[in-house]
């Protein structure tokens, strides 16, 4: 069963800074693109980062410049560093990974979600 696990959310001040990682565990081949997404009460869940298996990253514009999104290959994890928070980042942020796993004998690419952890930013 394949698993991912974030950590490092909390509560901040408002121009702090949060670290977020993703951690997948079980048994795959590998993982191809990672995400995160957040979600904002009242508001419809939003990509804010993507990073491809080589490396390659979008943002969304508005954390652009802010928010650094990295991966580890060796180590199945991922990491959102988030910097110049602001109460508009107030919101329940996911991991989203794209994994490949050996579905009867055939490489077979799944999306997984983890459960979410929370980031609040007071002012």
């Known amino acids: 069963q394949v698993q991912l696990v974030e950590s490092g959310g909390g509560l901040v001040q408002a121009g702090g800074s949060l670290r977020l990682s993703c951690a997948a565990s079980?048994?795959?081949?590998?993982?191809?693109?990672m995400m995160w997404y957040r979600q904002a009460p009242g508001k419809q869940r939003e990509r804010v980062a993507y990073?491809?298996?080589?490396?390659?990253?979008t943002y969304a514009d508005s954390v652009k410049g802010r928010f650094t999104i990295s991966r580890d290959n060796a180590k199945n994890t991922g990491a959102l560093q988030m910097n110049s928070l602001s109460p508009e980042d107030t919101a329940v942020y996911y991991c989203?990974?794209?994994?490949?796993?050996?579905?009867?004998?055939?490489?077979?690419?799944?999306?997984?979600w983890g459960q979410g952890t929370q980031v609040t930013v007071s002012s």
């Open positions: 079980g048994s795959f081949l590998g993982i191809n693109n």
């Open positions: 989203n990974a794209d994994i490949q796993e050996s579905i009867g004998g055939l490489s077979t690419l799944r999306n997984y």
């Open positions: 990073i491809t298996r080589s490396g390659i990253t």
